[in-house]
């Protein structure tokens, strides 16, 4: 924002809010954002952006990434979004297929692997789709495990344990893993693992192939411009992500006998020693 000429404390007043893992408590902060007269809402995830709208269908909204945006019903279409959101979305077409190619290139010999989802959710129901499509183009078997709670985690690996699954690939699903617990859990089962965020890397898990949080951001950051200067997110079309990053944790590598290969190394934006 700074970039773009706006100034906290100067021309600029930014109100923080965290419902952390309480996705319950999203619609009452929004709603208390709303109380305060505020410019634009903008959002860090697919259900923070759907608890905000509920809360209000004036005040703008900017995605600072989300999931499915028209299929929750937050735009009519990512060309012509419509109403008060916009912003930007994490889903690509190629993403869930990418992570399996990358995972199969990682872990050698790779036949079965567990997918590790919310399928209650529509996110889930369409990157098991995607994930799908990708694991028979691969040659891969699939297992798939819902996880309806974080505190469904460690039955939902011992089941993959039980049905001898080789890897895991953890769905966009953050309010129900948390990082180093997923990290803990998978390294105690001796399970690679692909996630969604960098931050679950950072934690201790094997690696993730995703959409760069940093440049999102940036991106979210126009949009908070152009509204500000009179903009309207109707007429703002929503942006696919177009940077991706390779994040690969060399200790957790090395802690579960693994040799990632030289040219993952080398393609890697990051490797966590």
Not at 41 to 46: D, K, L, Q, R
Not at 155 to 179: I, K, N, T, Y
Not at 185 to 205: D, H, I, K, Q, W
Request: proline residues 4%; positive net charge.
């Amino acid at each position: 924002m700074a970039d773009l000429g706006w100034v906290e404390g100067k021309n600029l007043v930014i109100e923080y809010r965290s419902a952390g893992r309480d996705d319950q408590r999203l619609k009452p902060l929004a709603l208390e954002l709303i109380g305060l007269q505020v410019s634009v809402i903008v959002t860090a995830s697919g259900s923070a952006a759907v608890a905000a709208q509920k809360a209000t269908r004036t005040v703008p909204i900017v995605m600072a990434g989300a999931g499915d945006a028209v299929g929750a019903g937050l735009v009519a279409s990512l060309s012509r979004p419509g109403g008060n959101v916009t912003g930007t979305t994490n889903v690509s077409p190629e993403t869930i297929g990418k992570r399996l190619e990358i995972l199969k290139e990682a872990v050698s010999r790779l036949s079965r692997f567990a997918y590790l989802g919310c399928l209650d959710a529509r996110g889930g129901r369409r990157e098991l789709k995607e994930l799908e499509e990708a694991s028979t183009a691969l040659g891969l078997q699939l297992q798939v495990i819902n996880v309806p709670s974080a505190a469904d985690l460690k039955s939902a690996l011992d089941r993959a344990v039980e049905q001898r699954a080789q890897a895991l690939v953890v769905g966009d699903c953050p309010a129900r893993f948390h990082p180093q617990e997923l990290a803990e859990l998978a390294l105690r089962y001796g399970l690679p693992t692909m996630v969604t965020y960098t931050n679950y890397v950072r934690s201790g898990s094997l690696m993730t192939y995703s959409v760069s949080q940093a440049e999102q951001a940036r991106r979210a950051a126009t949009y908070v411009d152009k509204i500000l200067k009179g903009a309207k997110p109707a007429d703002l079309p929503v942006e696919q992500p177009t940077k991706f990053e390779l994040v690969i944790n060399m200790k957790t590598a090395k802690a579960l006998g693994l040799t990632i290969p030289k040219s993952l190394v080398l393609r890697a934006d990051e490797l966590i020693q």
